[in-house]
């Protein structure tokens, strides 16, 4: 009885984690991310956005390592439009040991840590692919603010292999210099 109840129990748990991933296996990271290479400005070149971001223009997010390990991080966009109003978010990094640099906890909010893989990176870490487990979120962002279209396209069918839906991707406009904010609405 006992050995039954425990197999319940277990193939359960095991359901209620499948259940919490769409029953997708996990996203594998990369194998190794040298951090310092990897601070810096990111251009958001596409994403399937948070509700936070949706409608962003000009999205850029930037790594900077702070001196107890932590990543700062200040991602920027305009809202709804090149000169639009400037939205700027704070988040702090959590590198996760074990994990070759490569996941961590983005914390917007105390306690909470958002899952942040990186799935892919491009050998001299010009491009590179953010994702979740849930694949609710994905980012995919660049150096540059564009990308050749053949490189984009091969970006997006590696999204596609890692299990997102790619009719949800959103390309992210991106115009520099940007141009001078609208005035107030009076």
Request: glycine share 8%; hydrophobic share 40%; proline share 9%.
């Amino acid at each position: 009885m006992r050995a039954t109840a425990l197999a319940w129990l277990m193939s359960t748990c095991l359901l209620a984690a499948c259940a919490g991933q769409g029953g997708a296996r996990p996203i594998p990271p990369v194998e190794q991310v040298d951090l310092d290479r990897f601070m810096g400005d990111w251009y958001v070149i596409a994403s399937i956005p948070t509700a936070m971001e949706r409608g962003a223009h000009n999205a850029v997010e930037t790594y900077s390592r702070g001196p107890d390990g932590r990543i700062d991080t200040v991602f920027r966009f305009r809202k709804d439009g090149p000169a639009g109003e400037l939205e700027t978010m704070t988040p702090t990094g959590f590198v996760r040991e074990g994990t070759g640099n490569a996941v961590w906890g983005m914390q917007f909010v105390w306690p909470v840590k958002a899952e942040y893989i990186i799935a892919a990176l491009a050998d001299d870490y010009s491009d590179t692919i953010v994702a979740r487990n849930k694949r609710d979120y994905v980012w995919i962002m660049a150096r540059t603010p564009t990308l050749p279209e053949s490189r984009y396209r091969q970006l997006v069918a590696e999204v596609a292999a890692m299990g997102y839906d790619t009719s949800r991707l959103r390309r992210v406009p991106q115009q520099w210099p940007e141009p001078a904010p609208r005035p107030p609405l009076r």
